[in-house]
């Protein structure tokens, strides 16, 4: 499974306040790969809530 955030996020920080283990947002969200498998639950919460669906899961 792979996390991307396309070049759409706005950086409003949803996502980290969602799953803050595998985003941080600064300017943009970033993502921490290496913690994406012990937390889909929140990746797939955080992609739902993204306001410009820029989380792409793959
Ligand atoms: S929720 Fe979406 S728009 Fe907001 S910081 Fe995260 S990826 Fe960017």
């Known amino acids: 499974m792979t996390v991307k955030v396309n070049e759409s ?19 943009i969200a970033q993502v921490e790969e290496s913690a994406v498998a012990d937390n889909m639950d929140c990746v797939k919460e955080a992609a739902d809530a993204c306001p410009v669906s820029a989380i792409e899961i793959e």
């Open 9 to 27: 996020c706005i950086g409003c920080g949803a996502c980290e306040s969602i799953c803050d283990a595998v985003f941080s947002v600064d300017g």
